[in-house]
């Protein structure tokens, strides 16, 4: 097994889409930026989130029963870095970005994201130190804005399509 280092050093060398989860139960309302976030499965619709233990959201979201998922774009690193920030108290990290409630499961919705979900906790396992969490996609939500990516412990704005520069097959009609 490798040690924590090598480990850090390779996942930092992964680039993710950035994302903040968040999560209300009764009055308790909080938001993580992670990038620990895939989709599982279209039918039925079905993402995986994975949050550490210890972390303040894992007993909301487990209290919730429900959760949303924010795909930021890369206007909004001033909301990443908001949610990011450890120190910080729970309703402090919506000080940044227009939040409401969603309209299906009343959880918190970052207006202006290129995608955001609004999931229904259905499943929960522990790995390590996290737990992943599967949720039912209820809802989805869209808006314009290029993704915004980590990568090398720091944002990164996604770049040019490189297929499209050197196949001929982006050209041919062919979708998937």
Request: charged share 15%; with cysteine; aromatic share 6%.
């Amino acid at each position: 097994m490798i040690a924590i280092p090598e480990f850090k050093r390779a996942m930092r060398a992964l680039p993710a889409q950035v994302c903040v989860i968040a999560a209300q139960a009764g009055e308790t309302r909080i938001a993580m930026t992670a990038t620990a976030v895939t989709s599982l499965s279209a039918e039925p619709p079905q993402i995986l989130i994975c949050v550490h233990r210890a972390a303040r959201p894992a007993a909301v979201i487990r209290e919730a029963g429900a959760f949303s998922v924010h795909l930021l774009s890369s206007a909004q690193v001033d909301v990443a870095t908001q949610c990011a920030l450890p120190a910080l108290s729970p309703e402090a990290r919506f000080d940044v970005g227009d939040w409401s409630p969603s309209p299906l499961l009343g959880q918190p919705l970052l207006a202006g994201t290129p995608v955001a979900l609004e999931c229904r906790l259905v499943a929960q396992s522990e790995q390590g130190t996290h737990y992943v969490f599967t949720g039912l996609i209820e809802g989805a939500f869209f808006a314009e804005g290029k993704p915004l990516l980590y990568h090398d412990a720091s944002y990164r704005e996604i770049g040019a399509r490189l297929d499209a520069l050197h196949l001929e097959w982006d050209n041919q009609g062919l979708a998937f």
